[in-house]
């Protein structure tokens, strides 16, 4: 059934020329045999009216005796020769098969003086293979006697062999098919290359403009898809130079605010004023960061994913965190490190945040794709929350504490690298606790 019914565009174009025109040609080539064995038809009837009439006008001049003895003698396959003493033949038949009708009318057409008579006939002297019924052509004799012909109707193994049919039908569709394939890529080439850039513009939207060359319509498409990625990279600009311009007004500010706090007396009211005010710094600078990653695109690179965990694990030891590694990479990964980084270390810093115990990095490579999954052992998360907390600045805790509830970024960065990566990340919680964030790479 899915050959019948094939998903890609590419596919239905082709079967649907390469169907249509091996229906016309088979028609077509049907029609040219039926037509082709109509005439060898009216051919050979003729034929056969003139082979009788010179045989009456033969048989005229010889005794009955001549004619019996030599009657077996003129009769050729699927027209046999007897002669018959009967005074009445048969009556004439009215309604004769196409065959008959050509039949008679060359036999008249022949010979306009003899009276001809035709009708069907089953004898003991009919050759027939299938001892069947044939036509029977009555031909007046000059001694009154009558010459009985015995014509096959439908000449079987004499019939025209028919035109090569089945080599014609294959040697035409394997051309049509060729001509198909071209003419449904080349219509289709310009979508593939449409979403493959709408693809690399999700992950980069620094990417080169679209270069799509063809009918109107085609180019229609690259200046609107390339329209679209100049008005993205200017909103994106613009929002960046807004924000940056902002955290710049915002540091004057906030650095004499954290210079009237040290003035302070009272040590617990300065403590908790510049933890507010590096706060608001730190979100800010996130924000921004945020917003270049979203903006900026990723350079590829084949690495040893083994080797970066290694150093990477190595620096989290250094703080006292060591997470229970499982599995390895059997062979590198094209990727971009810097990115690749982030998203773990995000994942780390939220599994030793919110976890309890042990955190597990567990690697799983496959023909396809490389996963890695961080788990915790905390208390995991509400099944409704799982896709909310990938939303920008949504934090589970009601607390505004940085240092329990963050930021509100980290998943929302982490995810937007791991599309960029080509990949995904995903949160779940385990069947015996704790949650379990999913990143998962493709390889190319």
């Known amino acids: 059934m899915r050959l019948l019914r094939p998903r890609s565009l590419f596919a239905r174009l082709a079967w649907l020329l390469v169907a249509a025109v091996a229906v016309a040609l088979a028609v077509s080539t049907w029609l040219m045999h039926r037509d082709r064995g109509e005439q060898y038809l009216r051919n050979r009837a003729e034929f056969n009216a003139h082979r009788l009439v010179e045989l009456a006008n033969w048989f005229d001049t010889l005794s009955p005796a001549e004619r019996e003895r030599l009657a077996p003698l003129v009769s050729l396959p699927g027209l046999g020769i007897r002669l018959a003493r009967e005074d009445a033949p048969p009556e ?25 008579r035709l009708s069907f006939g089953r004898s003991h002297h009919d050759d027939d293979e299938h001892g069947g019924r044939r036509l029977q052509a009555w031909l007046h004799l000059a001694d009154g006697s009558w010459m009985v012909a015995k014509v096959r109707l439908t000449p079987g193994g004499h019939m025209p062999p028919p035109p ?15 001509v198909a394939l071209v003419a449904a890529r080349s ?18 939207l620094r990417r080169p403009p679209l270069d799509l060359r063809g009918p109107q319509e085609v180019e229609r498409v690259a200046q609107a898809f ?9 909103h994106l600009d613009t929002r960046i130079k807004l924000l940056a311009a902002m955290s710049h007004d915002l540091k004057t500010p906030i650095t004499r605010l954290k210079l009237r706090a040290e003035m302070l007396d009272d040590d617990a009211m300065r403590e908790k004023f510049v933890r507010d005010l590096d706060e608001m710094q730190a979100l800010v600078q996130e924000t921004l960061a945020y917003l270049r990653d979203e903006l900026s695109g990723v350079s590829l690179e084949l690495c040893d994913v083994n080797s970066l965990l290694d150093a990477w694990l190595a620096d989290r030891a250094e703080l006292g965190q060591h997470p229970l590694r499982h599995g390895a990479a059997e062979r590198p990964l094209a990727t971009a490190p ?107």
């Open 92 to 116: 004439a038949l009215r309604l004769l098969p196409p065959p008959g009708i050509w039949l008679e009318q060359a036999l008249r057409d022949a010979d306009l003086r003899r009276e001809v």
């Open 226 to 234: 390339n329209g679209m990625q100049s008005h993205l990279l200017e």
């Open 164 to 178: 090569p049919f089945v080599g014609q039908l294959v040697a035409t569709l394997a051309a049509v098919l060729l």
């Open 338 to 444: 810097a990115a690749l980084r982030r998203i773990v270390d995000n994942l780390l810093d939220n599994a030793y945040r919110y976890g309890q115990g042990d955190v597990e990095l567990d690697i799983v490579d496959r023909a396809d794709s490389l996963s890695l999954r961080v788990r915790d052992h905390g208390p995991g998360i509400a099944p409704e929350q799982l896709e909310q907390v990938f939303e920008p600045f949504y934090r589970l805790e009601s607390s505004r504490n940085r240092s329990s509830g963050g930021s509100g970024l980290g998943l929302t960065i982490a995810r937007h690298l791991a599309h960029q990566l080509g990949g995904q990340l995903t949160l779940e919680n385990a069947a015996d606790g704790g949650l379990c964030a999913t990143l998962t790479l493709p390889r190319r």
């Open 187 to 204: 219509m289709t080439r310009p979508l593939a290359k449409l979403a493959d850039a709408a693809d690399a513009l999700g992950r980069d």
